[in-house]
């Protein structure tokens, strides 16, 4: 059977790089000041996406991704790994978006593109680890659901098998599509780019990224699959109200790049002393409220 198959795909910044100006003062990532990469679990779920297209003759496979123009280069990877399309949800309403504001614009993208079969994410990004957002996508969109996988095993009958992780071991599920499915790290991991997709996507471009005197403009007039599909928030009928900073309840504090060091340590008694004083020292940092 033939498949509809969307990867959630984020471009993130690469914590290990964490600076002092990795903030906004509205309490959100500067993007701009961190290196970019390809989210880490987001590839291997394309791995099982390219999987199941290869399994099953006739599917496709397509990247979902929000954020500014930059984050086309992951619609870009995707394609040189052997993803079919992909679409940048890319709009200044979708800027500071939280978890609840995220998983919003997706599902409004995923009812616009229609008629998919299997929506599958990586299980978190490394840039929040919250591994909120699939799930989220999956009640908007009235979806089954099933975390956590390691591996689809098959696709048939108008059902999925899966492998997942659990504490403590493994467990094989079956659950009907259409579905969402996160997978974790600990899957296979995602081919490397094929020399003759680069070759052929290497100059594909959301239409934002372009510029008056930007060298190949023709190609694109001759090869229409260079353009990128580029969505606004009234492109997905979205409601501005519940996208990005307004849409989000959650502010982040602060990002920090943190290396515990032996001098830092402290060591506690069981005494109600001690307690009390870490008990305080984690609401002053709101680490617990």
């Not at 599958?120 to 989220?136: E, Y």
């Not at 591996?151 to 504490?167: N, P």
């Not at 599509?177 to 020399?195: E, F, H, K, L, Q």
């Not at 694109?220 to 996208?243: F, H, I, K, M």
Request: net charge neutral; aromatic share 4%.
């Amino acid at each position: 059977m033939s498949l509809k198959i969307v990867v959630l795909a984020k471009q993130v910044p690469d914590t290990r790089n964490v600076g002092k100006d990795a903030m906004t003062a509205e309490g959100t990532v500067n993007r701009a000041a961190l290196p970019a990469i390809f989210n880490p679990e987001d590839l291997n779920a394309l791995e099982q996406a390219l999987r199941l297209k290869e399994q099953n003759p006739g599917s496709t496979v397509g990247i979902l991704t929000m954020g500014p123009p930059r984050a086309a280069e992951i619609i870009r990877q995707g394609l040189y790994r052997g993803a079919d399309t992909g679409w940048l949800l890319t709009d200044r309403l979708f800027a500071g978006a939280d978890t609840l504001a995220t998983s919003y614009a997706l599902a409004t993208a995923i009812k616009k593109i229609g008629g998919v079969d299997i929506v599958i994410g990586g299980r978190q990004a490394i840039d929040g680890d919250t591994a909120q957002v699939g799930p989220q996508v999956a009640e908007k969109l009235g979806l089954s659901q099933v975390t956590y996988a390691e591996e689809i095993l098959k696709c048939e009958d108008g059902k999925v098998t899966i492998r997942r992780h659990i504490d403590g071991g493994v467990e094989t599920v079956e659950a009907p599509m259409p579905i969402v499915i996160t997978v974790n790290g600990s899957a296979a991991p995602c081919r490397p780019c094929n020399a003759k997709l680069v070759m052929k996507y290497k100059h594909a471009t959301a239409p934002m990224e372009r510029t008056p005197d930007m060298a190949y403009a023709k190609l694109y007039e001759e090869r229409p699959y260079l353009t990128l599909n580029q969505w606004s928030v009234a492109d997905v009928d979205g409601d501005p109200q519940q996208c990005g900073l307004s849409g989000s309840p959650t502010k982040v504090k602060a990002v920090q790049n943190i290396v515990f060091q032996a001098k830092e340590c402290k060591r506690l008694s069981a005494g109600d002393a001690d307690i009390e004083c870490m008990i305080k020292e984690l609401v002053s940092e709101k680490i617990i409220g």
